[in-house]
């Protein structure tokens, strides 16, 4: 965990984050170190701008992802909010959002609201610089298998980033293709100065 620090709103605090656990396969690097590097990656190029962000921004780098949430669930209920009792801490209330990416190297072509109606014209707005990258899609759709349904299952917002299937689900995914190799450089570019 890690964080920059908020100015006029310094209480509240936007994550980002991925998993660094990986099935034993290959080295895991779609699934899924390239989001871990994504988030680290929009993490430095924050800083190195020298913004004067409003929130706080965190970056959550999560274990036993592949084990059912473990790691992320874990932080949430020790920061956030108790599934079991959903008794929730001063924290929840200052929470603005979490970003995830766990799809392999793809570029982001979009996100996923989860169903949260009121945050598709601000997703809307964020990715009009980023149309001619490709990365013009917002749907109210859901999708699930990773960290964001950590912080969704609180009532917290929690969004996953739609990308570029490339050969994740056909090739890299829980396979001893997960390596290296696979990364795409100029996706991985991408998808950084997007969740940046």
Do not use: C
Request: net charge negative.
């Amino acid at each position: 965990v890690g964080e920059i620090p908020g100015g006029a709103r310094k209480d509240e605090v936007v994550m980002l984050g991925g998993h660094l656990d990986s099935w034993h396969y290959g080295t895991g690097a779609t699934d899924n170190a390239v989001g871990v590097a994504t988030a680290m990656e929009a993490m430095r190029i924050l800083k190195a701008l020298d913004l004067k962000l409003d929130r706080k921004v965190r970056i959550g780098l999560w274990g036993a992802e592949e084990q059912g949430l473990l790691g992320s669930a874990a932080y949430v209920k020790e920061h956030f909010a108790d599934r079991a009792t959903m008794k929730t801490t001063a924290e929840h209330d200052n929470f603005a959002g979490y970003f995830n990416i766990d799809n392999g190297t793809g570029k982001i072509r979009g996100i996923y609201t989860q169903g949260n109606d009121m945050v598709k014209p601000i997703f809307e707005e964020w990715l009009k610089p980023f149309h001619d990258l490709g990365a013009n899609t917002v749907t109210v759709r859901n999708t699930g298998g990773t960290d964001h349904q950590s912080f969704d299952a609180v009532g917290l917002p929690g969004f996953q980033f739609i990308q570029d299937p490339m050969d994740y689900d056909s090739r890299t995914h829980h396979t001893n293709m997960d390596v290296y190799d696979r990364i795409q450089r100029a996706d991985v570019l991408q998808m950084a100065a997007i969740e940046a």
